[in-house]
């Protein structure tokens, strides 16, 4: 399968995408590291431009200082690992819980 990469002027704002992967095989969870690798995925997507999207929209879209993707997917494996809060707010439960992730 071919990997498909943004392009480099955009590759230089995702930093430590080496580190994401890292941190995804390192979660033994096999669902948090099944949503942090669709949450690393999205995010990738996001830095690939549309068909449908002008120049000047794309880079509207992008942030205008590096995204650290290790970060993001640590980030990503504290909130899915808080499974009972997950399982709690996907039944519509209450969304105060959340301030002490």
């Known amino acids: 399968m071919k ?3 943004p392009s480099p002027a955009v590759e230089k ?3 430590n995408r080496d580190g994401a ?3 995804e095989q390192s979660i033994s969870d096999p669902f948090v590291r099944q949503m942090v690798r669709a949450g690393v995925g999205l995010a990738v997507m996001r830095f690939m431009q549309g068909e449908d999207q002008g120049d000047a ?3 509207a879209s992008l942030p205008r200082e590096p995204f650290d993707m290790e970060f993001y997917a640590k980030l990503l494996s504290d ?3 808080k499974r009972e809060r997950l399982e709690a707010a996907l039944r519509g ?3 105060d819980e959340w301030d002490s992730v």
Do not use: C, S, Y
Request: charged share 15%; net charge positive.
């Open 13 to 15: 704002l995702l930093i």
């Open 93 to 95: 439960g209450p969304f």
């Open 21 to 23: 992967e890292r941190v």
């Open 57 to 59: 929209a794309f880079a």
């Open 3 to 5: 990997t498909v990469r």
């Open 79 to 81: 909130l899915f690992a």
